[in-house]
């Protein structure tokens, strides 16, 4: 059976230590602010902002929300990131993707002040990662990094299959991957016989949305799981894009959905905005 990685559990472990770090930062009048806003009614992004919410407020992170309607203009949306980047008590800023149809997604994530860019999705940031210097880095990639640290799954040398390239996981993650020593593939829609791909994978990595895709048949006995995907089911559950339960027994660990990927996404937010928030008093 798969050792689980348990995301809740070591999520709380990092938001406890983020919050005696807070409590410091206060201290010297600093309190760690994070804007976000969400257009229109994404169902991950919802299950997202709210789950963000409680933990900010639970280690002392300052949360602004900004619910702003479907039909938001891309110049309504430009005005409210150029305020945030104007205020000098926002930290952090992040734009809840996907956006709507009418709305560019490079050019609003580009309006972002590359320095409170806390979801690492500015091209300075992109360009950091991928020349392996310091940088802020997209969440959900640097969560999954540090829930295989937590387990202590070494990446060194491992053949790492990801399943799915968007900005916000797959790129960045291959990024991340690559810097650690891993040896990095990228599959997506187009790639051919994809199950013969994934059964390769020390460590597969899925990404796409698709509610149970990966069966038993495309993990490689031992492999380590990585379920990214949110779904919400007919049924009002949240579902991964791997068959847990036929997996389970062929993977040497796995993470659940709920309590994996997504727990782990919202402590390295935090670790982030605390980041960006410790610039005010060393510049
Ligand atoms: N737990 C967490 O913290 C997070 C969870 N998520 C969840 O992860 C999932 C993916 O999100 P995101 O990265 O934004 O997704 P996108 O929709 O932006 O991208 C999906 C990717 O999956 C690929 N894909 C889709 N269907 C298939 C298929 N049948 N076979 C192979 N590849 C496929 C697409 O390929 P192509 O490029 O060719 O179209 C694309 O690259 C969603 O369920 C989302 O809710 C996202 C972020 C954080
Ligand atoms: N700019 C941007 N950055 C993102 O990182 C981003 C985004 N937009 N848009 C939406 C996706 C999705 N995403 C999730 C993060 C955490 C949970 C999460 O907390 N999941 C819990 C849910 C628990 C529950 O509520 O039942 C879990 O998996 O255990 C879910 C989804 C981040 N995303």
Same mark, same amino acid.
């Given at each position: ?41 994404d169902?991950?992004s919802?299950?997202?902002?709210? &789950? ?13 929300? =900004? ?7 891309? !110049?309504?949306?430009?005005a409210?990131?150029a305020?945030?980047?104007?205020? @000098?008590d ?9 956006? @709507? !149809? ?5 050019? %609003?994530? &580009? ?9 690492? =999705? ?9 020349? &392996? ?7 959900? @990639?640097?969560?999954?990094m540090?829930?295989?640290?937590a ?15 968007? &900005?916000?996981?797959?790129? *960045?993650?291959?990024?991340?991957? %690559? ?28 990404a796409?949305?698709? *509610? ?35 997996v ?5 660990a796995?993470?659940?959905? *709920? ?23 060393h510049?």
């Amino acid at each position: 059976m798969a050792t689980r990685l348990d995301g809740k559990v070591v999520s709380k472990r990092i938001l406890s230590e983020l919050q005696q770090t807070v409590t410091g930062l206060a201290q010297q009048g600093v309190t760690p602010t994070l804007a976000v806003i969400l257009v229109g009614s994404d169902p991950a992004s919802q299950v997202y902002v709210r &789950n963000k919410q409680r933990r900010a407020e639970e280690i002392g992170v300052r949360s602004l929300m =900004f619910k702003l309607p479907e039909e938001t203009s891309q !110049k309504t949306l430009l005005a409210k990131v150029a305020e945030l980047n104007q205020d @000098p008590d926002v930290d952090g800023i992040l734009v809840q993707l996907p956006l @709507p !149809k009418q709305l560019d997604e490079r050019v %609003v994530i &580009n309006s972002i002040d590359p320095d409170k860019d806390v979801d690492g =999705f500015s091209p300075v940031s992109v360009g950091r990662l991928w020349t &392996n210097e310091p940088t802020v880095v997209a969440s959900t @990639p640097y969560g999954i990094m540090a829930l295989l640290d937590a387990y202590q799954i070494d990446v060194t040398g491992k053949r790492v299959v990801i399943v799915g390239r968007s &900005n916000i996981v797959g790129r *960045p993650l291959a990024g991340l991957m %690559v810097n650690h020593d891993a040896t990095v593939t990228i599959a997506h829609s187009k790639t051919r016989d994809l199950k013969a791909l994934t059964r390769e994978a020390d460590i597969l990595v899925v990404a796409i949305g698709v *509610p149970h895709f990966i069966g038993a048949d495309a993990v490689k006995p031992g492999a380590t799981v990585i379920d990214v995907g949110i779904s919400r089911g007919a049924d009002g559950k949240l579902h991964g894009d791997v068959d847990a339960d036929a997996v389970e027994p062929v993977a040497g660990a796995l993470t659940p959905v *709920p309590g994996g990927v997504g727990p782990m996404t919202i402590a390295s937010l935090m670790a982030q905005t605390v980041e960006l928030a410790k610039r005010r008093l060393h510049g």
